[in-house]
């Protein structure tokens, strides 16, 4: 059995994929979560009560290796889906407060390093293949104003993934940018000052012309190109 450790689980496209998830027979899925509140009032509602996980303050992942561990089957494999990142605060730099900035870097490198090498460890220990499907952004290769924390986040996650795939050849690895979906993160774009993010018109504009993806959509690509099969062209892919 293959174990799926999915954060951003109250996320909108975190949440459809664990709905998909847990509705399929994919393997065990483990929701990774930051607000307690949110993930029961959106799981509970839809009637799924899956394996969950709760973030702790300067997390070092040993709760999350002790709920993998105290299955009952063992893993053949696991997955690893790095979908939680925030793109707060959206700020040009030499506005930046220290606190924001030290919060998102925790988040969307530092958390997100200290997970993949736990699992690492985990895997290595106990001879156990692993797939890490990230979640990019063009944001990694493009500058966009108000956002270069978020860019350079993503770029982080790329590059220690290309050297994770360079220590371990055997690792199946892939980071997917969805494109522009329909989420919260969209709608905190769409929120910003013109005068920081000069391209938010665009953005604005997308979701009145109706051309943003939709979450679930995305999620059905990612379980049938990276769960259900595995068969990525190269290590970053795009959504069709
Ligand atoms: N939406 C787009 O247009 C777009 C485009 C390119 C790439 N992406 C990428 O696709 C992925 C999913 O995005 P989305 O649009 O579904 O985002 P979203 O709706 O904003 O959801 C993000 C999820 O990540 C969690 N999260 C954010 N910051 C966190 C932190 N510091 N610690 C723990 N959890 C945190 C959120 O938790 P809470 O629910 O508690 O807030 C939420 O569950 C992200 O990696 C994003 O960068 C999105």
């Not at 290796?65 to 730099?93: K, Q, W």
């Not at 220690?160 to 220590?167: F, G, P, Q, V, Y």
């Amino acid at each position: 059995m293959q174990k799926i450790i999915l954060t951003g689980a109250t996320g909108g496209v975190g949440f459809q994929l664990a709905k998909k998830i847990i509705s399929s027979d994919i393997g065990k899925l483990y929701c990774v979560y930051r607000n307690r509140q949110k993930y029961e009032d959106m799981f509970d509602k839809e009637g799924l009560f899956p394996e969950g996980y709760l973030l702790e303050n300067k997390d070092d992942f040993s709760g999350l290796i002790n709920l993998l561990d105290g299955d009952e089957h063992e893993a053949e494999n696991i997955v690893l889906i790095l979908n939680a990142f925030s793109i707060i605060p959206i700020a040009s730099i030499g506005t930046f407060a220290t606190e924001e900035i030290e919060e998102m870097i925790y988040g969307n490198i530092t958390r997100n390093v200290l997970m993949l090498n736990r699992v690492v460890e985990y895997c290595k220990k106990n001879d156990i293949g692993l797939r890490v499907i990230n979640l990019d952004s063009g944001a990694a290769d493009h500058p966009l104003n108000g956002w270069s924390n978020y860019c350079a986040s993503k770029a982080y996650m790329n590059a220690m993934l290309a050297t994770l795939a360079s220590e371990n050849p055997d690792y199946q690895i892939v980071s997917f940018d969805p494109g522009v979906v329909d989420t919260d993160m969209q709608a905190k774009i769409r929120n910003t000052d013109k005068n920081i993010f000069n391209r938010v018109d665009t953005f604005i504009e997308y979701k009145e012309r109706g051309v943003l993806r939709k979450p679930e959509d995305i999620a059905d690509q990612i379980i049938d190109r990276y769960l259900l099969n595995w068969n990525p062209q190269s290590m970053r892919e795009k959504a069709v």
